[in-house]
């Protein structure tokens, strides 16, 4: 068609003869629509995050400056077995504790002749932990409770608690607190039972942070739902206490584009090291939570401080090819 002349109206015949397009005498009109802005929003742009870096943690947060108002809460039932929500809020709060390369791995445990005391749990717990910071008054402790079947005594197949602890701030070897735990724990379950002074209790040395964040993931995702239901109501499965220290390094600002940028290479760095939920990071626009990432997380101390210097120092666009500056001044490995 010739540039400049009118687009041809189609031609109707038969009945529809001389009609004009349906368009000019049919349409709607759409005086009465007012015009509606178009929200164009650049996903680089418009936005600030706030970055808190814990021991073994990071967590960054839209920075709304909008009141949110809070949904649901409230009294709570009872407690019946570990949550996925539960789960994921002990590990969130483990990974905040510092100092957790010097501690100990406690398991305390019942003998056949507790088994009328099974019930009282939690009392006997409460009376350790008591024991506990009265001997050691600078300790801290994160304690998990499980349940299992009695593979032998005259109690076999029933269900049977026993708790995991882990314990920062001990002096002394381990072999005086060895002998300390299973004299206070013998006195405070009071069977009379010498075999559960000797066998009843057993600790070990935290050999790193990843060592106790191991150990923790193994015995956070342990439970069986159908031992849960035999036993009915459990209380609380966790909980944390003492001197813990979970104070958080440092608070920074980020900006969109930083943030979209960190987010790609912190996904990156969980799925290399195997982390179920690497690829739901992706989509998270509002703020995320990294395990495993911390100014004491080993052996990748700084890891944070490293990417946000080569983000800052320009365009970054692949984690293996990190700007000559950067590189030189030894802030990447």
Known sequence: MAAGLPKPQPQYSGDFAGSQPRASVGACPTAHISPQPRKQQDPFTGSSYLLTTHAGMIKLTENITTEVIQKGGGPRGQVQGLSYASRRRALRTLCMVRGQGRGVFLTLTYSDAASPLWSRNKAHLDKFLKRLRRHFPDAGYFWRIEYQ?????????????????????????????????????????????????????????????????????????????????????????????????????????????????????????????????????????????????????????????????????????????????????GLLS
């Open 149 to 329: 079947r009695r593979k032998s005594g005259d109690n076999v197949g029933t269900p049977v608690p026993h708790f995991h602890l882990l314990i920062f701030g001990i002096p002394g070897t381990i072999t005086d607190f060895r002998a300390w735990v299973a004299q206070a724990w013998f006195e405070v379950v009071g069977t009379g039972d010498q075999h559960h002074r000797r066998a009843g209790t057993e600790a070990s040395h935290i050999k790193s942070r990843r060592h106790a964040m191991r150990y923790a993931s193994k015995y956070m995702t342990k439970d069986d739902p159908d031992l849960i239901d035999e036993v009915g109501v459990t209380g609380r499965m966790w909980g944390y206490g003492g001197e813990l220290d979970l104070s958080s390094a440092s608070v920074g600002e980020l900006l969109r584009s930083e943030y979209v940028e960190l987010r790609r290479l912190v996904k990156r760095w969980l799925k290399a090291n195997r982390c179920s939920y690497a690829d739901r990071i992706a989509i998270c626009n509002h703020g995320f939570t990294a395990l495993g990432i911390g100014d004491e997380a080993d052996p990748d101390v700084f890891l944070i401080d490293r990417l946000l210097a080569a983000i800052r120092a320009g365009p970054y666009k692949d984690p293996e090819r990190y700007v000559p500056e950067i590189r030189e001044n």
